[in-house]
């Protein structure tokens, strides 16, 4: 089997948010990511997923250097750009862009569409203003929207049109690597499978990898190739989408995918219902962070923190269930 080329990946990536008492001082660490190490691959779509706080979306921020990691290494197609200044990351910025989740919000309500993308050519240096009048006008009916939409303000677009609109922005400078943060969630279901089959689309045209946002599995089952599962902070499993769907290891994987309703009406499907809250990321819990609701919770699991091991080709997990190493009873 042709392995396929990296083209974004981080290792052992962290990143604490300080807490300041009355004085200004560092008190304490907001945990929102804690050392996740993952690899998105040329052409492929991987999904993250995890319930509201895992940190998934902060770890999509860290990866395109909108937030600064506080440890690890970001790498961007061999390159290590986890340390670069902002003058040595703009010409990284044309390689990798963002989606956000709120298309509203990410886009300047001031300024007219065609004006939007025009200045990001300008900014990396396309002066001519014919040019990126024409660029940005190729680039609308790229994602499907016309050339009177060019001169209206973003109030002006539907939902699903000004996600149109913020995917034109980040495909402007052709990067190859898009992180897609929950860009469906906020939209209607009929105009989520439109945005979505958009991004199969330009996928295959312009051989694009996306980092996938996102916390609807039915979508990310659809549209992933590997799928990785966080949990306060850490990246607890990692598998092909089938091989995932199909052989859940973890107990907090298994949790999240049985709350996924069935298709099938007359199948009956055991929901796991995990007890107890979700812990503060300001202090996580000892060994691993899942122990203080995991079922199958051993002793161990309180001292002993799991590190992400492969127990086939296409799937790894983080849990002293499957590790021999730290645990003899393991399977």
């Given at each position: 089997m042709e392995e396929k080329k990296v083209v974004l990946s981080s290792e052992h990536v962290s990143q604490?948010?300080?807490i300041k008492n009355g004085f200004g001082q560092v008190v304490n660490y907001?945990?929102?990511?804690?050392g996740v190490t993952l690899e998105l691959h040329e052409g492929e779509t991987y999904g993250l997923v995890g319930e509201t706080g895992c940190g998934k979306s902060t770890l999509g921020r860290t990866l395109i250097r909108l937030l600064e990691p506080t440890e690890g290494n970001v790498v961007l197609n061999g390159e290590d750009i986890s340390h670069l200044?902002?003058?040595?990351?703009?010409?990284?910025?044309?390689?990798v862009q963002m989606v956000f989740q709120d298309p509203y919000t990410s886009l300047n309500p001031r300024q007219k569409v065609g004006d939007i993308l025009m200045e990001v050519l300008e900014i990396h240096g396309v002066k001519d203003k014919?040019?990126?009048?024409?660029?940005?006008?190729?680039?609308?009916?790229k994602v499907g929207l016309r050339p009177e939409?060019?001169?209206?303000y973003p109030h002006e677009f539907s939902g699903g049109q000004r996600q149109r609109v913020g995917l034109a922005r980040a495909l402007i400078l052709n990067p190859k690597v898009i992180i897609c943060d929950e860009p469906v969630s906020a939209l209607d279901v009929s105009i989520q499978a439109q945005i979505?089959?958009?991004?199969?689309d330009l996928q295959k045209e312009d051989k694009l990898s996306y980092l996938f946002i996102a916390h609807d599995m039915s979508v990310v089952k659809y549209i992933s190739d590997r799928i990785g599962v966080m949990y306060l902070g850490h990246l607890m499993e990692e598998a092909e989408t089938e091989e995932l769907f199909s052989n859940t290891l973890h107990p907090y994987a298994q949790a999240l995918l049985s709350a996924v309703p069935n298709a099938n009406p007359h199948e009956e499907k055991q929901r796991i219902v995990l007890e107890g809250d979700l812990p503060s990321p300001i202090n996580p819990p000892t060994g691993c962070v899942f122990h203080t609701r995991c079922p199958y919770a051993k002793a161990i699991c309180s001292e002993k923190i799991p590190v992400l091991k492969s127990v086939n080709e296409k799937h790894k997990v983080a849990c002293l269930l499957y590790d021999k190493d730290l645990n003899p009873d393991a399977e």
């Open positions: 604490f948010f300080p907001v945990k929102a990511v804690d200044s902002e003058k040595e990351m703009r010409k990284y910025r044309k390689e014919d040019e990126r009048m024409e660029i940005a006008m190729k680039m609308l009916a939409h060019f001169y209206r979505i089959n958009l991004l199969q």
